[in-house]
Nanobody, 115 residues
């Protein structure tokens, strides 16, 4: 079965950077799409960024120009480079991958931005 292992979360000051990683396993083929969602207390879950197998990307308006998503298909790993972090970026970030008709979710990693 598909398993996702997230890493890279932590505490950072506003204006700083973090890089999240998500290593996926359990599939012999590339995932159709890999991405990151986030959820803060009292807020709806938000899809932050995603990347298709061919490399096309999509970003939420709130992170455009600051976050960059990438993937290494050989390693089945997706990354999220987060720059110019703001306090409102604080949330639990979840890795999500799409295989065929269903999504798989990671456990989440906490990102806290202080100002």
């Amino acid at each position: 079965q598909v398993q996702l292992v997230e890493s890279g979360g932590g505490l950072v000051q506003a204006g700083g950077s973090l890089r999240l990683s998500c290593a996926a396993s359990g599939s012999p083929f590339r995932f159709k799409r890999m991405g990151w969602s986030r959820q803060a207390p009292g807020k709806e879950r938000e899809l932050v960024a995603s990347i298709a197998a061919g490399g096309s990307t999509e970003y939420a308006d709130s992170v455009k120009g600051r976050f960059t998503i990438s993937r290494d298909n050989a390693k089945n790993t997706v990354y999220l480079q987060m720059n110019s972090l703001k306090a409102e970026d604080s949330a639990v970030y979840y890795c999500v991958v799409t295989q065929s008709i269903r999504d798989y979710w990671g456990q989440g990693t906490q990102v806290t931005v202080s100002s």
